[in-house]
């Protein structure tokens, strides 16, 4: 019985750690990083989406990802997005969205609903989008 509580600790703590090295990841990536509940709901940004928006964290919790809609893209692009998503499929398009000051920025983002990646309950899916800093994957060229 000791030796089952004791393993069970060693595996919370190990999972702990594995936890804060991601959260340590996801907070300090280049990469804008975007978490909404089953609804569409923001339940987290990082760091990266706030420098690259111009909102903050406290701003975009509880609104949806269409506060960066620009209008630039149709109901069909969103139908598409929607419908890969809900099916558990990765979706990768360019985005052209709005920062919070009104300037378009053009972004490749990577959709998925992470639910189907643990196998978890549908009612605890939520859906996760990253947008690579292009910034930081470009050379740098002498002119």
């Known amino acids: ?9 060693t595996d919370a703590e190990r999972a702990a750690e594995v936890m804060r090295k991601l959260w340590s990841a ?20 990082n760091p990266a ?24 893209h149709g109901k069909p692009f969103y139908a598409q997005m929607w419908e890969a998503i809900l099916a558990g499929e990765v979706f990768r398009a360019v985005f052209i969205n709005r920062k919070r000051m009104g300037r378009s920025i053009t972004k490749t983002r990577t959709s998925r609903r992470s639910g189907i990646m643990r196998g978890t309950s549908p009612t605890s899916c939520r ?17």
């Open 127 to 143: 859906w996760g989008a990253i947008s690579p800093n292009a910034s930081a994957s470009r050379p740098l060229c002498a002119t």
């Open 26 to 45: 996801v907070e300090q990536t280049a990469d804008s990083v975007i978490i909404t509940n089953r609804e569409g709901i923001i339940e987290y940004v």
């Open 49 to 72: 989406f706030e420098r690259e928006t111009g909102y903050r964290l406290d701003e975009v919790i509880g609104r949806t990802p269409g506060i960066l809609k620009s209008g630039q």
């Open 1 to 9: 019985m000791a030796a089952a509580l004791q393993q069970r600790q």
